[in-house]
C-alpha cells in the first residue's frame, strides 16, 4: 500500500515521541512491503514563534493533502500561564479537527497484566478492562458562540449540538460495538441540559437499526463515579464533546500510565493519529517521554487502512517490550529506558519476523545488541 502521512511533531516532548512512531511505520513498511511517505509541518506554539499562527495555511494544506496524519502533542507554559493570550496552540488542532471534518474521536483503553500494580484503582478492578470512548469532536461547547462583557464580570459558551452531528458519530460507536461485547452506553446530562435530550432521543432511535447491541444510558457524573467502582462494565462509551474529553482522561488512570493511551481521530474523508497526552515540556529533550502512546497511535493508523497484521506486530512488539520491561521511567522507575531506545527495541522486534529467542536471559547476556 501507498500512503501519504502528514507528520505534526509539535511541541514538547511531541518531536520526540512521534520520531518513534514513524521509525516504527518504516520498519512496518519495510517488512510488509509498503510505501509511506512522510512529510513534516509546523503546529501549535512551534508554528506560533515561526508564523505567529498556531496552524499555518501550508500545514492545513499538508494535512488535506495526505492520506493520514499522524500528530505529537502542542502546548507550552507560557500560553497555558497566560489565560489573556489571544493566540494559544490549542487552536490550531481544534481548527484542524474543524478543517478535516474529525468528527469522531476513538480513545481505546486497555490494561497489560504486568502493569496493572502501577495503577491507582485495585487489581481486581481493573484487570481484564477493555473498553473504547467514542467522543463527538466538532461540535458542543468548544465550538459554540463564547461572549465576554465589557466589564470582564460575565462570559458565555454555548453548547449547540445538530442531530445530523449526533447520528454520524452513532453510527461509528454502533458498528464499532457489533465487533466487540455488543454493548453501547450513551454519557449524557439529559435531566439538566436540552442537548444531552436530543442525544438521548437520537441514540435511542439509531438503536432500533442495531438490535444486536444492548444499549443504556449513564449521567455524566454518575459514569465519572462508574469508570472508578467498575471500569470492566463499560464496552463502547459513546458522548459529546466536553464529556469525552473529561471521561477519556479519567479512564487514562486505570492503565497505570497515560502514556500507553492512543488516539484516533476520524471524519469522511481524514483521519489523525496522536498519543492523548500532552507535551510535557518538563521532559522535553531529557529522553524521559514514553513513545508507546505514539506507537500505538501508529497501530490505529494501520488498522484505519485495514492494515491489520501490521498493526499487530506493533502491538505484539509493545506487549513484549511491557513484559520484558523495556520502558521508560514512567512505567519501569527502578532500571528504565530512554525515549529512543525503547523505540530501538520496537523497531528491532517488528524487523525480526520471529521474536521467539527474546527473553530476559538473552537481555541480560547482551544478545539484544540493540538495547
Given at each position: ?67 493520514a496524519v ?60 477493555d473498553m ?211 523505540g530501538d ?27
Amino acid at each position: 500500500m501507498k500512503l501519504k502521512i502528514a507528520v505534526l511533531p509539535g511541541d514538547g516532548i511531541g518531536p520526540e515521541i512521534t520520531e518513534q512512531a514513524v521509525k516504527m511505520l518504516k520498519s512496518i513498511a519495510d517488512r510488509f512491503d509498503h510505501d509511506f511517505h512522510f512529510e513534516k509541518a509546523s503546529v501549535g506554539a512551534t508554528a506560533i514563534d515561526q508564523f505567529n499562527n498556531p496552524l499555518p495555511e501550508a500545514t492545513l494544506d499538508l494535512c488535506k493533502e495526505s492520506d493520514a496524519v499522524l500528530f505529537g502533542a502542542i502546548g507550552h507554559p507560557k500560553y497555558d500561564n497566560d489565560p489573556s493570550a489571544k493566540i494559544r496552540p490549542e487552536q490550531g488542532l481544534l481548527r484542524l479537527r474543524k478543517e478535516l471534518g474529525l468528527f469522531a474521536n476513538i480513545r481505546p483503553v486497555t490494561t497489560y497484566s504486568k502493569l496493572i500494580d502501577l495503577s491507582p484503582l485495585r487489581r481486581e478492578r481493573i484487570e481484564g478492562v477493555d473498553m473504547v470512548i467514542y467522543r463527538e469532536l466538532t461540535g458542543g461547547i468548544y465550538f459554540g458562540e463564547k461572549s465576554l462583557n465589557e466589564e470582564d464580570t460575565s462570559a458565555t459558551d454555548v453548547c449547540t449540538y445538530s442531530v445530523m452531528e449526533i447520528e454520524r458519530i452513532t453510527h461509528l460507536a454502533f458498528k464499532a460495538a457489533q465487533k466487540r461485547r455488543k454493548k453501547l452506553t450513551l454519557v449524557d446530562k439529559a435531566n439538566v441540559l436540552e442537548t444531552s435530550r436530543l442525544w438521548r432521543k437520537t441514540v435511542t432511535a439509531i438503536a432500533k437499526e442495531y438490535s444486536d447491541v444492548q444499549l443504556d444510558f449513564l449521567f455524566v457524573d454518575n459514569a465519572a463515579m462508574q469508570m472508578i467502582l467498575n471500569p470492566k462494565q463499560f464496552d463502547v462509551i459513546l458522548t459529546e464533546n466536553l464529556f469525552g474529553d473529561i471521561l477519556s482522561d479519567e479512564a487514562s488512570v486505570i492503565s497505570g500510565s497515560i502514556g500507553l493511551l492512543a488516539s484516533a481521530s476520524v471524519g469522511k474523508k481524514n483521519a489523525l493519529f496522536e498519543p492523548i497526552h500532552g507535551s510535557y515540556p518538563e521532559a522535553t529533550g531529557k529522553g524521559i517521554a514514553n513513545p508507546l502512546a505514539a506507537i500505538l497511535s501508529a497501530a490505529m493508523l494501520l488498522d484505519h487502512f485495514h492494515l491489520t497484521e501490521e498493526a499487530k506486530a506493533i502491538r505484539d512488539a509493545v506487549e513484549i517490550s511491557i513484559n520484558l520491561n523495556i520502558c521508560t521511567q514512567d512505567i519501569n522507575n527502578e532500571y528504565h529506558y530512554s525515549t529512543e531506545k525503547v523505540g530501538d527495541f520496537l523497531d528491532g522486534l517488528i524487523s525480526e519476523v520471529d521474536n521467539s529467542f527474546i527473553n530476559n536471559e538473552n537481555l541480560n547476556l547482551g544478545q539484544m545488541t540493540i538495547i
